[in-house]
């Protein structure tokens, strides 16, 4: 069975600074992996999605995610937060049989 | 504009009683998901419909309902049954789950209440 752990429950992070989620996933074979970020009180959007080919993807509003096969990981990055990245992000998994998995979430809180 | 729509945002249920949340779509996709979200559990899923008149149970289908007459409605009835219903709704779909790389696509979502 697949599974997704985002290891950091909450992250704070300065403006302007960046910033790295960690997601780590379990499954044996090829994983197809996402982000979602949300907004208190609204729904998933989808920041980026690998599949296959270049192991650094990119994503809208500025972020990029690394796949490391030999470490099981697809970290997300920003390298210059805005406050309007403060939001919940999802790491997800997505196996044969098309379930998708989703780890607890990362709420990530942006200072002035 | 093509999307997902929930209703209501908000809806309170009494003790003992059902209560069904709108779920519809205009992306012309086939399958349509439910997921519930409580704080800190990520997103669990709840059924999952890959076409019209067809419906399988997620990991915690126990307590909820669905039916799925129309492509672009998938309605989730709560049920008596279900004791801890106060909880964040989500409902997604995507264009079909016949290949692993489609992407699902969220709607607002609904909470709900116990009163």
């Known amino acids: 069975a697949q599974s997704v752990t985002q290891p950091d429950i909450h992250i704070t992070v300065s403006e302007g600074a960046s910033l790295e989620l960690r997601c780590n996933y379990s499954?044996?074979?090829?994983?197809?992996l996402f982000w979602y970020v949300q907004s208190p009180g609204q729904g998933l959007q989808l920041l980026l999605k690998?599949?296959?080919?270049?192991?650094l993807v990119q994503g809208i509003k500025g972020f990029e995610a690394e796949f490391k096969r030999s470490q099981s990981s697809f970290n997300l990055r920003k390298p210059s937060v805005h406050w309007s990245d403060a939001a919940e992000y999802f790491c997800?998994?997505?196996?044969?049989?098309?379930?998708?998995?989703f780890g607890g979430g990362t709420r990530v809180l942006v200072k002035p | 504009d093509g999307g997902i729509t929930q209703s209501p945002k908000y809806l309170f249920r009494k003790e003992g009683q059902n209560v069904t949340l709108s779920c519809e779509q205009n992306l012309n996709h086939d399958a349509m998901y439910w997921y519930r979200q409580d704080p800190g559990q990520g997103l669990r899923l709840i059924y999952y419909?890959?076409?019209?008149?067809?419906?399988q149970k997620g990991d915690i289908a126990e307590g909820y309902s669905v039916s799925r007459e129309k492509k672009e409605s998938f309605p989730l009835t709560v049920t008596s049954a279900q004791k801890n219903p106060t909880a964040f709704y989500l409902c997604?779909?995507?264009?079909?789950?016949?290949?692993?790389?489609?992407?699902?696509?969220f709607g607002p979502g609904t909470r709900l209440l116990v009163l």
């Open positions: 419909s890959q076409i019209v008149n067809d419906f």
């Open positions: 499954y044996g074979a090829t994983p197809y």
């Open positions: 997604a779909s995507s264009s079909s789950t016949s290949g692993v790389q489609e992407t699902q696509y």
């Open positions: 997800g998994l997505k196996a044969a049989g098309n379930k998708l998995t």
């Open positions: 690998y599949f296959s080919g270049d192991t």
